[in-house]
C-alpha cells in the first residue's frame, strides 16, 4: 500500500504527516487571527505571493499553506511572536533557503518566519565567524576567504542559511571528510525557545539547549545567531577524477585515500542523470608554489587511478562548483520546480559496500531523473559528537558513509504519483539500510512513523522528548518533520 497518498494536484493544500495522506483545501484548517499580534521591527504579511512562496520547499512534494509571514527587523521580533504564538496555540516555523525536500520548514495554518531577513556578519577572525542565522553560507564563505579563512565544515550546497544547517546538521563531501559536520563546529548560539524565551547557549552555558538546538530539525528552539569555527584557507584546489568499471575497486582506493588523510575531500559524483560508473572526486587544498604531486598522492592505488585526469579550481570556484550546478539547473531546466524525493542514509563502515552494489546496479531513470544522481562519501565517525545528528555505531570501523540517491524529476510541477512511488522506494531503502545499521540523515524526503522517529534517536530519544517538553511545552515549533 503507498504510504503518500495521491491527490488531485490542484486541491493538494498539504500532506499530512501523521495521518500519512494528502489534505485537500477543503481539509485545510481555518487560520487564526493575527489582529492582537505585537508591535514589530519588521513586517507580518498575508499577501498570497508571500503565502504562496512559503507554502513548499525544494522538494516540491509537501504543500502547506500559512497563514502569516514574519520578515523579521530584529531577533525581537522573532521573540515576540513566538512567544505570541505560544499564547495562543499557532504552529510557528522558520524558513532559510527552503532547501529541503519534505516539507521540514512548512507549518499549515500557522506563521512562517523567514530566517533570510537577519542576515548580517558580525565578526570574522581567528576566534570564529558571529553570524545572524540568516547569513547564507556562501556570503559567508566569502567574506571569510578575504580574511584568510573559511569554515571548517561546508556544505555541497552553499546558498543554505547558516541556521538551517545547524538545525540540519550540515554536511557536504567537498570540504569535510575528516572534519565533522557543521553542528560540530558552532560554538555559540542565540535561541529563541518555544516559550519565547531567548538564550545565550553554548557546551558550558546552558548546555542542554545548545545540544537540543543543533540538528534538532528545530524542536527546540530557533536559531537566531551563531559562532561557528573559521581555519586558514588556501587559494587553490586540484580535483582528480577516476572513473571505476567496477564498485569493489572504488571502494578499495577510496579507502586507501580516506586513511592517509592526504586529501581535503573524497567521494563519487557522477555525471547527472546517472549513479554508475562510480568516479571519485579527490580533491586537495594548496597554494601558488605548493603543487600537487600526483605519482605521491595516488600512490598505491588501482590500475583505474593510471587514467586520472585533474582540474584546477581557485579556492572559491571549487567550493561553488555544486552550488553553480544547481543554479544552472534552475535557469535553464526549471529544476525550482521538479519533484526532489531525495533520499540520504548514513551506512556503516562494514555494510556500506554491499549495499551500495546492491543499490545502484538496480536504479532505473525514473530514480534518478535527468539532473539526479547517485553519491557516496566518507565520512571519520570519530569526528562527529553531536547526539542528535544520529550516525550508525563506530563499531564496525572508523568510517561512516553517506549513500544518496538524488532524485529529480523528469517534469516540472507538481506530481503526486511520482513522489508516492518514490516515497514507497525511499522508505524501503531505509528499511534495508536500517536492517545493517544505517540511519537516515533527514534532509531529504522518507515518511516516517512515530515508530520510526523512536528508532532513529534511539538511546536519545527519551532525552529528546524532554528537551521538547521543557523548551517547547505547547508544541508550536516546526511541526514539518512531523517527530512529536
Same mark, same amino acid.
Given at each position: 500500500?503507498?504510504?503518500?497518498?495521491?491527490?488531485?494536484v490542484?486541491?493538494?493544500?498539504?500532506?499530512?504527516?501523521?495521518?500519512?495522506?494528502?489534505?485537500?483545501?477543503?481539509?485545510?484548517?481555518?487560520?487564526?487571527?493575527?489582529?492582537?499580534a505585537?508591535?514589530?521591527?519588521?513586517?507580518?504579511?498575508?499577501?498570497?505571493?508571500?503565502?504562496?512562496?512559503?507554502?513548499?520547499?525544494?522538494?516540491?512534494?509537501?504543500?502547506?499553506?500559512?497563514?502569516?509571514?514574519?520578515?523579521?527587523?530584529?531577533?525581537?521580533?522573532?521573540?515576540?511572536?513566538?512567544?505570541?504564538?505560544?499564547?495562543?496555540?499557532?504552529?510557528?516555523?522558520?524558513?532559510?533557503?527552503?532547501?529541503?525536500?519534505?516539507?521540514?520548514?512548512?507549518?499549515?495554518?500557522?506563521?512562517i518566519?523567514?530566517?533570510?531577513?537577519?542576515?548580517?556578519?558580525?565578526?570574522?577572525?581567528?576566534?570564529g565567524?558571529d553570524?545572524?542565522a540568516?547569513?547564507?553560507?556562501?556570503?559567508?564563505?566569502?567574506?571569510?576567504?578575504?580574511?584568510?579563512?573559511?569554515?571548517?565544515?561546508?556544505?555541497?550546497?552553499?546558498?543554505?542559511?547558516?541556521?538551517?544547517?545547524?538545525?540540519?546538521g550540515?554536511?557536504?563531501?567537498?570540504?569535510?571528510?575528516?572534519?565533522?559536520?557543521?553542528v560540530?563546529?558552532?560554538?555559540?548560539?542565540?535561541?529563541?525557545?518555544?516559550?519565547?524565551?531567548?538564550?545565550?547557549?553554548?557546551?558550558?552555558?546552558?548546555?542542554? /539547549?545548545?545540544? *537540543? &538546538?543543533?540538528?534538532?530539525?528545530g524542536?527546540?528552539?530557533?536559531?537566531?545567531? %551563531?559562532?561557528? $569555527? #573559521?581555519? =586558514?584557507?588556501?587559494?587553490?584546489?586540484r580535483?582528480?577524477r577516476?572513473?571505476?568499471?567496477?564498485?569493489?575497486?572504488?571502494?578499495?582506493?577510496?579507502?586507501?585515500?580516506?586513511?592517509?588523510?592526504?586529501?581535503?575531500?573524497?567521494?563519487?559524483?557522477?555525471?547527472?542523470?546517472?549513479?554508475?560508473p562510480?568516479?571519485?572526486?579527490?580533491?586537495?587544498?594548496?597554494?601558488?608554489?605548493?603543487?600537487?604531486?600526483?605519482?605521491?598522492?595516488?600512490?598505491?592505488l588501482?590500475?583505474?587511478?593510471?587514467?586520472?585526469?585533474?582540474?584546477?579550481?581557485?579556492?572559491?570556484?571549487?567550493?561553488?562548483?555544486?552550488?553553480?550546478?544547481?543554479?544552472?539547473?534552475?535557469?535553464t531546466?526549471?529544476?525550482?520546480?521538479?519533484?526532489?524525493?531525495?533520499?540520504?542514509?548514513? /551506512?556503516?563502515? *562494514? &555494510?556500506?559496500?554491499?549495499?551500495?552494489?546492491?543499490?545502484f546496479?538496480?536504479? %532505473?531513470?525514473? $530514480? #534518478?531523473? =535527468?539532473?539526479?544522481?547517485?553519491?557516496?562519501?566518507?565520512?571519520?565517525?570519530?569526528?562527529?559528537?553531536?547526539?542528535?545528528?544520529?550516525?550508525?555505531?563506530?563499531a564496525?570501523?572508523?568510517?561512516?558513509?553517506?549513500?544518496?540517491?538524488?532524485?529529480?524529476?523528469?517534469?516540472?510541477?507538481?506530481?503526486?504519483?511520482?513522489?508516492?512511488?518514490?516515497?514507497?522506494?525511499n522508505?524501503?531503502?531505509?528499511?534495508?539500510?536500517?536492517?545493517?545499521?544505517g540511519v537516515?540523515?533527514?534532509?531529504?524526503?522518507?515518511?516516517?512513523?512515530e515508530?520510526?522517529?523512536?528508532?532513529?534517536?534511539?538511546?536519545?530519544?527519551?532525552?529528546?522528548?524532554?528537551?521538547?517538553?521543557?523548551?517547547d511545552?505547547n508544541?508550536?515549533?516546526?511541526?514539518?518533520?512531523?517527530i512529536?
Amino acid at each position: 500500500m503507498s504510504r503518500l497518498g495521491a491527490g488531485t494536484v490542484a486541491l493538494v493544500a498539504g500532506f499530512d504527516l501523521v495521518a500519512r495522506q494528502w489534505v485537500t483545501e477543503a481539509e485545510a484548517a481555518d487560520c487564526p487571527s493575527f489582529s492582537t499580534a505585537p508591535p514589530l521591527d519588521g513586517t507580518l504579511t498575508f499577501d498570497a505571493e508571500s503565502i504562496a512562496a512559503n507554502s513548499h520547499d525544494q522538494g516540491n512534494i509537501v504543500f502547506n499553506t500559512p497563514c502569516a509571514v514574519l520578515r523579521p527587523g530584529s531577533v525581537k521580533d522573532i521573540r515576540r511572536m513566538i512567544g505570541y504564538c505560544d499564547r495562543n496555540g499557532i504552529k510557528v516555523a522558520p524558513a532559510g533557503a527552503h532547501h529541503a525536500m519534505f516539507g521540514q520548514p512548512l507549518v499549515s495554518g500557522g506563521l512562517i518566519i523567514e530566517m533570510e531577513s537577519l542576515n548580517t556578519i558580525h565578526a570574522i577572525g581567528a576566534n570564529g565567524a558571529d553570524v545572524d542565522a540568516g547569513v547564507l553560507w556562501k556570503d559567508l564563505i566569502e567574506a571569510a576567504y578575504q580574511q584568510g579563512l573559511r569554515p571548517a565544515s561546508i556544505t555541497s550546497y552553499t546558498k543554505t542559511t547558516v541556521g538551517g544547517t545547524l538545525s540540519m546538521g550540515g554536511i557536504g563531501m567537498m570540504s569535510a571528510y575528516r572534519a565533522g559536520a557543521q553542528v560540530d563546529h558552532a560554538r555559540q548560539l542565540q535561541v529563541v525557545t518555544g516559550d519565547g524565551l531567548l538564550v545565550q547557549c553554548s557546551s558550558t552555558q546552558n548546555s542542554e /539547549l545548545f545540544e *537540543a &538546538a543543533l540538528a534538532g530539525l528545530g524542536q527546540c528552539g530557533v536559531i537566531t545567531r %551563531a559562532t561557528v $569555527d #573559521l581555519v =586558514p584557507a588556501k587559494q587553490l584546489a586540484r580535483t582528480y577524477r577516476i572513473v571505476y568499471a567496477d564498485i569493489p575497486t572504488f571502494f578499495a582506493d577510496i579507502r586507501i585515500l580516506a586513511n592517509r588523510g592526504e586529501f581535503d575531500s573524497l567521494g563519487s559524483i557522477p555525471q547527472p542523470g546517472t549513479a554508475q560508473p562510480l568516479t571519485l572526486w579527490a580533491t586537495v587544498f594548496h597554494n601558488p608554489g605548493d603543487v600537487p604531486d600526483a605519482s605521491h598522492l595516488l600512490r598505491g592505488l588501482s590500475p583505474a587511478a593510471d587514467s586520472a585526469l585533474f582540474e584546477d579550481y581557485d579556492f572559491l570556484e571549487y567550493i561553488s562548483l555544486v552550488t553553480d550546478m544547481y543554479d544552472a539547473f534552475s535557469a535553464t531546466l526549471d529544476w525550482d520546480a521538479k519533484v526532489k524525493p531525495w533520499l540520504d542514509l548514513f /551506512l556503516p563502515d *562494514a &555494510a556500506v559496500e554491499s549495499y551500495v552494489e546492491s543499490l545502484f546496479p538496480s536504479l %532505473a531513470p525514473e $530514480d #534518478l531523473g =535527468p539532473t539526479g544522481f547517485g553519491l557516496v562519501f566518507p565520512m571519520l565517525r570519530s569526528t562527529y559528537g553531536r547526539p542528535l545528528l544520529r550516525l550508525p555505531s563506530g563499531a564496525s570501523g572508523p568510517w561512516v558513509w553517506l549513500v544518496s540517491v538524488l532524485t529529480d524529476s523528469a517534469e516540472s510541477g507538481p506530481d503526486p504519483e511520482f513522489a508516492s512511488r518514490m516515497m514507497d522506494r525511499n522508505y524501503r531503502l531505509y528499511q534495508e539500510a536500517a536492517a545493517v545499521g544505517g540511519v537516515r540523515y533527514p534532509h531529504g524526503a522518507c515518511a516516517f512513523t512515530e515508530a520510526d522517529w523512536q528508532g532513529h534517536y534511539g538511546s536519545m530519544w527519551t532525552q529528546f522528548v524532554s528537551w521538547k517538553n521543557r523548551y517547547d511545552p505547547n508544541c508550536i515549533l516546526t511541526p514539518g518533520p512531523g517527530i512529536f
